[in-house]
């Protein structure tokens, strides 16, 4: 069997760039990085379609014997059985917004070995590699109207990789749900179980198509002709998606292309999927999705003096995890961070409160498109992002993601030059707060 990883992932071609990557580099039997990944548990999202919607069998857990990085620069997910009851993996990016550029190109590529299982031990594995838009992260009722981009699916242990869309309206509509608009084929040389091989997806804004490989042969395409401008628009005019990577048992595709229910006692459990690196890539157009720079403004210097009592703009961070910047309709214009969520923060550099009379109030310029239920808390730390807040307030939906208002929240009496740092946090992974602004009063 093949194992082994790239010491890195490859540099992107010429003409792209990589705004996102993960190359599974870490200690064996350790869970991958809490920075890029959320870990799915159970058998739904809360209040989502029970077995994931797609009827599969299992209990995704976050147990490093179905989920771990193996120490040779893979991840691994490893579906087991306990007496009656299967349990896998199931992971998704923390990120929602990878979305091609404006008459630009965005690929997601990731180099994968199916579970190296064959025959009927392999009855009901269905190991995937895909992405669904972001709209869906927290409401969890409007698919396939976001949109979902199958990258890699295999099922049974068959020597077929299968490149899917996902759109319109379920059951039938213009995507034919709930099946899909699908392609298939062999993968190239060695077998999809026996060998890694690299899958590739591609979003071509300007064409109006998107496209799919394995080790570099296209093999699908779908355009916008033929879903039409409605369901097109739907799954591209929202703020991108998030990539997924499991491996299920049973379900409506296994036991539809088995003919029967699966998994089967013949069924064995133990076979992994292995990943060497998920990566996301960016071609022309508007440029790169990535997050900005974590180097502020030349207003703002490193270590530099800002005044605690005047107006912060957020962009203006000199360190962040998991933000953007966009530009904003808000009075004075500009641009506002956003698409923060549980675990995301921004950190400002020799914030001087002065020594005189503490500051005690914090006020920030927010706006939230979040979904119903959906909440948060934007807190305030000193010296790190996981010191214990000196103060917070709460943020739901205020209207939309540019409207905006202007919240505040008391604060621990503050004096002196601190490193400020703004955290986000929230019981669920949606995103659920856009910021301006902020500045603090005694």
């Known amino acids: 069997m093949t194992t082994q990883a790239n010491a890195s992932a490859p540099p992107p071609p010429s003409g792209w760039t990589a705004v996102w990557t993960?190359?599974?580099?870490?200690?064996?039997?350790?869970?991958?990085?809490?920075?890029?990944?959320?870990?799915?548990?159970?058998?739904?999202?809360?209040?989502?379609?029970?077995?994931?919607?797609?009827?599969?069998?299992?209990?995704?857990?976050?147990?490093?014997?179905?989920l771990a990085l193996d120490g040779n620069g893979n991840l691994r997910i490893t579906?087991?059985?306990?007496?009656?009851?299967?349990?896998?993996?199931?992971?998704?990016?923390?990120?929602?917004?990878?979305?091609?550029?404006?008459?630009?190109t965005l690929a997601i590529e990731g180099r994968i070995q199916m579970p190296n299982i064959t025959g009927n031990a392999a009855l009901g594995y269905w190991p995937a590699f895909w992405a669904l838009g972001a709209p869906y992260r927290g409401n969890y009722q409007?698919?396939?109207?976001?949109?979902?981009?199958?990258?890699?699916?295999?099922?049974?242990?068959?020597?077929?990789?299968?490149?899917?869309?996902?759109?319109?309206?379920?059951?039938?509509?213009?995507?034919?749900?709930?099946?899909?608009?699908?392609?298939?084929?062999?993968?190239?040389?060695?077998?999809?179980?026996?060998?890694?091989?690299?899958?590739?997806?591609?979003?071509?804004?300007?064409?109006?198509?998107?496209?799919?490989?394995?080790?570099?042969?296209?093999?699908?395409?779908?355009?916008?002709?033929?879903?039409?401008?409605?369901?097109?628009?739907?799954?591209?005019?929202?703020?991108?998606?998030?990539?997924?990577?499991?491996?299920?048992?049973?379900?409506?595709?296994?036991?539809?292309?088995?003919?029967?229910?699966?998994?089967?006692?013949?069924?064995?459990p133990g076979a992994s999927m292995l990943v060497d690196y998920v990566t996301v890539q960016t071609r022309g157009g508007g440029g790169p999705t990535n997050p900005p720079s974590s180097n502020p403004p030349s207003s703002n210097p490193p270590g530099g003096n800002r005044d605690a009592y005047s107006t912060i703009q957020a962009e203006s961070y000199n360190g962040q995890n998991g933000i953007q910047t966009e530009t904003t309709t808000d009075s004075g214009g500009g641009q506002n961070i956003g698409w923060a969520a549980n675990g995301d923060w921004v950190r400002f550099d020799g914030v001087n409160f002065g020594n005189g009379a503490p500051a005690r109030t914090f006020s920030a310029r927010v706006a939230s498109g979040a979904g119903g239920g959906i909440s948060g808390l934007v807190q305030v730390r000193l010296g790190s992002p996981t010191a214990t807040p000196i103060g917070s307030f709460s943020i739901a939906n205020t209207g939309g993601w540019q409207s905006w208002r202007t919240v505040p929240g008391a604060i621990s009496p503050t004096t002196g030059t601190h490193t400020v740092y703004l955290t986000f946090d929230s019981g669920q992974p949606a995103d659920f707060v856009n910021m301006n602004w902020f500045t603090f009063s005694r």
Request: aromatic residues 12%; negative net charge.
């Open 22 to 66: 993960d190359d599974f580099t870490g200690s064996a039997n350790t869970l991958p990085s809490s920075a890029n990944w959320i870990i799915d548990t159970g058998t739904s999202y809360p209040g989502g379609p029970a077995n994931w919607g797609t009827g599969e069998i299992q209990v995704y857990t976050n147990q490093t014997r179905n």
């Open 79 to 104: 579906p087991l059985k306990d007496g009656n009851t299967w349990t896998s993996a199931r992971i998704e990016t923390q990120r929602t917004n990878f979305k091609a550029p404006t008459n630009g």
């Open 142 to 268: 409007n698919w396939p109207g976001i949109g979902e981009f199958d990258v890699m699916e295999n099922v049974n242990g068959l020597n077929t990789v299968w490149g899917v869309l996902h759109c319109g309206v379920a059951p039938g509509g213009p995507c034919n749900e709930f099946n899909g608009i699908g392609g298939s084929r062999a993968c190239p040389g060695a077998s999809c179980q026996s060998a890694f091989h690299t899958y590739r997806f591609e979003w071509d804004d300007a064409a109006d198509v998107l496209r799919w490989y394995v080790d570099g042969q296209q093999f699908h395409s779908v355009s916008r002709t033929q879903v039409g401008d409605s369901a097109w628009n739907n799954m591209t005019n929202h703020a991108g998606y998030f990539i997924l990577l499991n491996v299920a048992m049973g379900g409506g595709f296994p036991n539809g292309v088995a003919g029967f229910n699966t998994p089967t006692a013949d069924t064995q």
